[in-house]
């Protein structure tokens, strides 16, 4: 009997079928998104998940905390607590209703909502690890496995969760470092200053029986990855494309065009009116070598800092201010701008305009402690940014090889990938 010949994979320009490559359940097709409702955290995750291709093909869910009343004083707390005291106080709050109304036949008026929910805690939009697990299992065979990404303290159990019930069938990536139990994921993305253990200056600012839970004493397994900054979705691309969308608006500008962004205090880098005068005054130094001035305030940037720079820089014919009105140019600032001045607070803000290769003035890090003094210290020893003292010339440029964290990370995670005989595919 003659052998029967199976026939040759077809040969196409773009290479040969995924089931000639290992089958179709070996390829990552699309990613879950787990976010706190933070646009800075949840940037990081889109931006590794843009990084790696599948931009268009994710889902975002959130695990949000509710705002206002008793949340803001019991913020700290995990929220898994937050749903077993919701429960607790929804029924407190039910019980006294119904007694209420029972000694008392007038209507009652109901507690207003919160973020657009129930009454108390009850208003929390949490991910439903049940439903993440569902859905990578019942579509593995025809989608093939899941990708998910997480940042923020509020995600880690959720993602975690997810990886423990369908670790065949999901790679689970944690942004920022979770302090406790790194082997839950498959990959743990984090800024170094965020990992080693602490500076002779930290060790100073933070309590010592914090020490030992704060960063590990040894070196990182090969599944963590350590960052120099935050990730985002800054790159040629999309540098590229805000240069063409911005261009009625920015190309006519006078040069060079200093762009100017200004976070807010945060709890390891605390300022106010001092550091707004600071910066009012070495701007108005460094004006004259300006073509023009834009300067960008967050949305939690206190009115005593934007009211002093408001009132010096306001009428000035170069500096413009914005308003906060959509649309927001930030994008068109990065592919614009000749050199930055950012505000020592955001460590997110300095990655992305580290990620142009522009210069990179960096006002108030003196006032900053803790891990982030460590990541200002690590961008000057690579000569990315540098200290706003006010004599600047703005028309001498200088460079140094743009900060490329998110695309750095994504090949690690690529690699990883391949260890366990998956590739990406968008």
């Not at 000749?338 to 803000?349: K, N, P, Q, R």
């Not at 300095?350 to 003094?373: D, F, L, M």
């Not at 200290?387 to 140094?400: I, K, N, Q, V």
Request: net charge positive; hydrophobic share 40%; charged share 20%.
């Amino acid at each position: 009997m003659r052998p029967i010949l199976l026939p040759e994979p077809p040969t196409t320009p773009t290479g040969v079928p995924e089931i000639f490559e290992g089958g179709a359940y070996t390829v990552v097709r699309r990613a879950v998104v787990i976010g706190n409702g933070f646009p800075g955290s949840e940037n990081q995750s889109i931006g590794l998940v843009r990084a790696l291709g599948l931009a268009e093909k994710h889902i975002l869910y959130r695990v949000t905390r509710p705002k206002g009343g008793i949340n803001e004083w019991l913020h700290w707390l995990p929220v898994s607590l937050h749903k077993k005291l919701d429960y607790i106080l929804r029924h407190i709050y039910l019980y006294s209703r119904l007694l209420l109304k029972t000694q008392n036949s007038k209507y009652i008026a109901p507690v207003p909502s919160e973020n657009g929910g129930g009454v108390g805690l009850s208003s929390i939009l949490e991910a439903d690890v049940k439903k993440i697990v569902s859905m990578a299992r019942e579509t593995f065979e025809k989608d093939g496995p899941l990708l998910v990404v997480a940042c923020g303290r509020d995600t880690i159990s959720i993602a975690s969760s997810i990886r423990h019930l369908a670790s065949e069938n999901v790679f689970v990536v944690q942004i920022k470092h979770p302090r406790s139990r790194l082997n839950r994921f498959d990959m743990v993305i984090t800024p170094r200053h965020d990992y080693y253990p602490l500076t002779p200056e930290a060790q100073e600012q933070v309590p010592r029986f914090l020490h030992r839970w704060i960063t590990p004493r040894e070196p990182p397994d090969d599944h963590v990855v350590l960052t120099t900054g935050s990730l985002h979705q800054i790159d040629y691309a999309a540098l590229r494309n805000a240069a063409s969308t911005w261009h009625d608006e920015f190309a006519a500008l006078p040069k060079p065009l200093l762009i100017v962004n200004i976070g807010w205090p945060t709890r390891n880098c605390r300022y106010g009116a001092d550091l707004a005068k600071q910066l009012t005054a070495s701007l108005l130094s460094v004006i004259a070598s300006c073509g023009s001035v834009r300067i960008s305030f967050s949305h939690r940037t206190p009115g005593k800092v934007s009211k002093i720079i408001v009132k010096e820089l306001g009428d000035n014919p170069k500096v413009y201010i914005g308003n906060g009105q959509e649309p927001n140019p930030y994008m068109g600032h990065l592919a614009w701008g000749d050199a930055f001045v950012v505000t020592a607070d955001s460590v997110s803000l300095i990655s992305e305009a580290c990620s142009t290769g522009k210069p990179v003035y960096v006002i108030g890090a003196n006032h900053c402690k803790w891990r982030i003094a460590d990541f200002h210290k690590s961008l000057r020893e690579r000569g990315m940014v540098r200290p706003l003292t006010g004599s600047e010339d703005m028309a001498e440029s200088w460079s140094y090889p743009p900060l490329n964290d998110t695309a750095e990370a994504a090949n690690r995670v690529r690699q990883a990938l391949a260890a366990r005989g998956w590739s990406v595919r968008p």
